[in-house]
């Protein structure tokens, strides 16, 4: 039997792909938004610290949303889901063009990727995949990712 991803199953690209963009964005909003949640207590935590050190803990505060959101994607993203819970919500998970299901070192490359990439190509980081096979991005391209719609793939 084919699987949801070979280009042989008609109309594959309909299916598996439908939506992933829009859908991507409104996981990404999820993500964010959970993301914001977790720097409540990671900021109570560091506001002990830096009393603790005398101050010296206050220079994490800058750093702490990489920090949180940085582990948050890596373990999520590289779990046994291959999702993170917006991604989850919004029905879609990662694939990886080798097969092999994501890890957490990939998953934290991939977010760094872009981190990097959409601070210089800001907004057209996502118009990129209006024109790309799988809807893919500039990250997904250099990784060897891409995002499918959950339901249509069985995962």
Known sequence: ????????????????????????????LIDYAIVGLLLIPAWVILFVFSILTLGLGFMLFPVSFFIVAGLYFAFTLGSEAQATPGMRVMDLVMARDDGRRMDFGTAMVHVLAFWIINSLLTPFLLLIGLFTERRRLIHDMVLGTYMVRASATGY
Not at 6 to 18: K, M, T
């Open 1 to 28: 039997m084919a699987s949801a991803l070979d280009p042989s199953v008609p109309n594959y690209a309909d299916h598996v792909f439908e939506g992933v963009l829009t859908r991507r964005v409104a996981a990404f």
